[in-house]
Nanobody
């Protein structure tokens, strides 16, 4: 069964950092575009970072452009998102996504709360 499982979320103070992980099972991510999305309470889900199959190209939402790094480890079948200088507006559920053609996989999400 194809599955994505996120981890690494939690309560973080403003200015802190964290690293989200996404472990894939049941399929090989090496042929998938990988992305992180987030959804804050009451808001729509938004794309925050993406990485191509090769890993050579990355995109970020403007609000994370200078604070986030998305990376992938195809050998370990994992995706990562490192965020520094966290702000209260980063509070959301973060979702891992894998896409290839018409095939899409979503994780269940991990909660990130930025608060003092």
């Amino acid at each position: 069964q194809e599955q994505l499982v996120e981890s690494g979320g939690g309560l973080v103070e403003p200015g802190g950092s964290l690293r989200l992980s996404c472990a894939a099972s049941g399929f090989d991510i090496s042929s998938y575009v990988m992305r992180w999305y987030r959804q804050a309470l009451g808001d729509e889900r938004e794309l925050v970072a993406g990485i191509t199959v090769s890993g050579r190209s990355r995109i970020y939402v403007d609000s994370l452009e200078d604070r986030a790094t998305i990376s992938r480890d195809n050998l370990k079948n994992m995706l990562f998102l490192q965020i520094a200088n966290l702000k209260s507006e980063d509070t959301a559920v973060y979702y891992c996504y894998a896409g290839s053609g018409t095939i899409n996989h979503w994780g269940q999400g991990t909660q990130v709360t930025v608060s003092s």
